[in-house]
């Protein structure tokens, strides 16, 4: 039989730690926030490049697109776009951490930064809303020859759009259980965050005073 301890003794784990060792796990929950800071902010200019060639490519075809309605749904695509470049730097980019943090807040800087994290990937797809309007608006004039097209020929339409709804299938199929296995281990890491933070009252530098 295994001699490791339940997991319900980790609380008495922690408390039975020296101080030393504590502080030195609380430095490297300060280390870990800094890096998801790090990550935090490039992610943000990933975002700011692909979003800056979308609205190159978009500005690009409202010079080429002659019809008005066309026009109309790429200017609301690029409003759009612009939106979700604002929403998702106010939620990506991190503040700068004060110069004098010490050990104890890494531990809540760790944790504020999972949870900036968790709320991006439950927000992604409200990201793609801003989107749906210009992107209807845009294909209002292709609707009516794409029916003609579907009435007059129909198996040659979808054998054309079989591939795409392939690809758009298998990428849900890995796109979403990544996505939940994601957003259970950030859970997963917050929630024994949260029982470090209740423990560390009983912790033995703050026992002895």
Not at 34 to 53: E, F, G, H, P, S
């Amino acid at each position: 039989m295994r001699n490791d301890p339940p997991i319900s003794d980790a609380q008495a784990i922690w408390q039975n730690h020296s101080t030393e060792e504590i502080t030195m796990s609380l430095e490297q929950f300060r280390h870990k926030a800094k890096y998801l800071q790090v990550k935090a902010r490039w992610t943000a200019i990933a975002n700011y490049v692909t979003y800056c060639a979308a609205l190159a490519f978009l500005g690009f075809q409202y010079k080429r697109v002659p019809n008005p309605i066309s026009r109309a749904g790429l200017a609301l695509l690029a409003a759009g776009s612009l939106y979700v470049v604002w929403r998702a730097h106010k939620q990506l980019w991190p503040l700068s951490p004060a110069p004098n943090i010490s050990a104890a807040t890494g531990l809540e800087a760790y944790r504020r930064e999972l949870q900036r994290s968790r709320d991006h990937s439950r927000n992604v797809w409200r990201m793609v809303v801003p989107l749906i309007p210009g992107s209807i608006v845009f294909a209002l004039p292709g609707i009516a020859p794409l029916l003609r097209k579907v009435l007059e020929n129909p198996k040659v339409v979808l054998t054309n759009a079989l591939p795409f709804c392939v690809l758009f299938a298998i990428w849900l199929v890995f796109l979403l259980p990544v996505r939940r296995r994601k957003l259970r281990k950030i859970e997963g890491e917050i929630a024994t965050l949260d029982q470090l933070a209740d423990s560390g009252s009983d912790s033995p530098g703050q026992r002895g005073n």
